[in-house]
C-alpha cells in the first residue's frame, strides 16, 4: 500500500467545492465510495456535487445521500461556475474518462481532476493520480483518505464504504482481501454496521421475478474448453417475460464461477444493439487481458467489454477461442 498522495490531500484540503463522479454501470464500489468521500467532505464544510450518468440502480438506494446523486450535467456545471475556480473534480473507481460516460470529456475539462481507482488498467487519466492496484476496492482507499485527513467515518459513511467492500471483495472472498481491508470493515462495523443486515439489502433481496430470470439464465449454460469455460446469458425476452431489469442480473455470474473447473465465467447480456459481455476468473487466468483485446478492461479476475452489431452467438464465437488460447488449450 502507498500513503495517500500528498498532492491529493492538499486539493482536498484547499478546495470548496468538490464534483465527485464515478463510472457508468455503477456498481456498490462505485456508489459507496462516491457517497461516502461526499459524507466525509461535507463534514469538513465543503460544497459537494455527485454526479451520475444515469440514476442510481435500485439496489443502492438504500445508501445514505444517494437521493442527491445528480444526473443533469448542466446542474455540474453551474455548480462549477460557482465555485469561480475554487474548485475540484474526483472521479473514483474508474480505470479511464471514458467510463464516466458520455461526458466524460466534459468533465475531464474541470481542473484540478484527481483519480482515486484499483483497476489495474486504469490508463492515469487527470490531472493527480491515487491508483492502487492491489486495493480490494475504492471504498477501502477512501476510509484511509478520510484518516489522513483526520476524519470520523459517519454512520451513514460507514454504511457506503462497508457496501463498497463487500460488493467489490465478493463478500470478502477475492484476491485483493488483505488483513487490511478486515480492519477496515471491522472499524466499519465499529461504527455501526451490521453485516446481516448489510447482506440481506445487497445479496438476500430475490423478488420472485428475478429468481425465474435465474432460471432461465442458467438454463443457457455452456460449457467450453473441458469444462474450464462456462458461459451463459440473458436476452431481451427473458427479462420481459419475468419483468425484471439488467440491473436483475448482477451476481448470476457467480454460480458458474463457483464450478470447480471453471477457470473463466462468462455473461453474455442482450442490450439494444450491443452485446455486454462479463468475463470472471478464478485460478490464473487474467480476463483484463482478454477484455483489453475486445476494446474492454477491468481487473485480472473481473473484467468486461462490449461489442455492437453482433449476435450473442457471434460475440461467444470470437470470444471462446481467444479464452481456450489464453487457457493454454
Ligand atoms: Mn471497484
Known sequence: MC?????????VRSRGRVVLATHVNPDGDALGSQLALADILAGMGREVLCYLEEPVPHL??????????????????TFVEKAAGDILCISLDCGDLQRLGKSGSRLGAIHPFAVIDHHRGNNGFGDLAWIEADRSSTGEMVYDLAMELGRDISPAAATCLYTAIVTDTGSFRYESTSSHTFAVAGELVARGVRPDDMAARLFDNYSVGRLQLLQRV???????GGNRIAVIRVTASMLRETGTTLEDTENFINLPRAVDTVAVAVFLKEKTGVVSVSLRARGGCDVSRVAARFGGGGHRNASGFRMAGRSLDEVRDLLVPVLEKELGQ
Open 60 to 77: 443502492y438506494r438504500f445508501l445514505p445521500g444517494s437521493e442527491r446523486v445528480v444526473t443533469d450535467l448542466d446542474r455540474v456545471f
Open 218 to 224: 442458467l438454463a443457457t449454460l455452456e460449457m467450453y
Open 3 to 11: 500513503p495517500v498522495p500528498e498532492e491529493l490531500l492538499a486539493a
